[in-house]
Each structure stands twice: as C-alpha cells, then as structure tokens.
C-alpha cells in the first residue's frame, strides 16, 4: 500500500485510519442482471446508486438503494454481473 513509507508515526496514522473507515460491516451483493427495461444496461453504471427489488420467495424478500461496484457483462448469456454495497 505505501511501501516506501518508513515513519512509525505515518503509518500507525495510516492503519489507524484504515481501521477507522473499515470497522462498520458492510453488505454486499452479487447479483447478475439482464439487459430489460426498466434497468438496461446503458441507464446505470459503476458509482451509481440503484434500487434491487428481489420478491418474496420463501425467504422475505429484499428491497434497497445500494450502489453498484463492479461489473462485467457476459456476452455468452448476454447478462451483466453486478457487485453492490447497501448504501
């Protein structure tokens, strides 16, 4: 990460920072996408925060802002896969 840095202090600031930015859990999705209305493709991108809506199957369902991370199209299915974070 910072390999040239030699200072004690800098990096006991640097992991204490670390520590501090990564101490809440966090929640992330995989979820694979189709190119449909009303989510094609071309109208969200990696940054963006999208609204999923899974419906109740058995386990209660899921609906949430989260924000999309990753992904990467899959031209042999024509799908998308995307990582998301709950915002």
């Given at each position: 990460m910072y390999s040239d840095t030699s200072v004690q202090s800098t990096l006991d600031e640097t992991a204490a920072n670390e520590l501090e930015e990564s101490k809440a859990?966090?929640?992330?999705l995989t979820l694979e996408a189709v190119d449909l209305?009303?989510?094609?493709?071309s109208e969200y991108?990696?940054?963006?925060?999208i609204q999923v809506k899974l419906q109740?199957?058995?386990f209660g369902g899921y609906e949430h802002q989260v924000r999309l991370m990753t992904r990467e199209y899959?031209?042999?299915?024509?799908?998308?896969s995307l990582v998301v974070e709950e915002d």
């Amino acid at each position: 990460m910072y390999s040239d840095t030699s200072v004690q202090s800098t990096l006991d600031e640097t992991a204490a920072n670390e520590l501090e930015e990564s101490k809440a859990p966090v929640n992330l999705l995989t979820l694979e996408a189709v190119d449909l209305a009303p989510a094609a493709f071309s109208e969200y991108d990696v940054g963006d925060s999208i609204q999923v809506k899974l419906q109740t199957y058995g386990f209660g369902g899921y609906e949430h802002q989260v924000r999309l991370m990753t992904r990467e199209y899959k031209p042999a299915t024509g799908s998308c896969s995307l990582v998301v974070e709950e915002d």
